[in-house]
């Protein structure tokens, strides 16, 4: 009887294995959904300054509300204004620079060249997931939906386009819920 009750127990939690929790704990994306980067985006299609406009508010971008990004070579370099604070009230402000490499179409990873990485760099992994035709207004995030992030070149308009970045991340399982405006 016992063998009995062990197996159906057995049973019992290969069943569950379908209602699976995501793969990452500060996942704010249902990794179950389908996700893709845009094949036809470059590291020159990046290239310029652009202003957050909406973010998961605690993942990254943490810094200024605005990036630099320079074309190097196929890579490219992410240049974040940051408040980094040591201890309760030492706080001072700086720029962080990451590179990335490409990895794929749309897709570029973090180069950290055996150097500490300052706590408020990029992420590992930068996906364009959209970026609008005219290059005006792109959105990033990674598969295991650890951030999402909407830049534009302008700080204000362009609602047309972050209407459909806010659908691109819903098409990608993001939790809309989460990705909100920021405040210039």
Known sequence: ???LNWLLAATFLAGCEGARAPDDALSFRDTAAPIASQVDVGAQDLEGRWFLRQHIAGAWPRGDRTVQISADGTGLVLREVVLQCHGAIQCETGAVETRYAPSREGRF???DQGQTRAAYGGPAALWVLWMDYDRRTFVVGDPGGTYAAIFDHRAQGG????????DILDWFGYDLARVGETSL
Do not use: G, P
């Open 109 to 111: 990873v973090r180069v």
């Open 159 to 166: 609602a047309d386009r972050i209407i459909a970045a806010r």
């Open 1 to 3: 009887m016992l063998r």
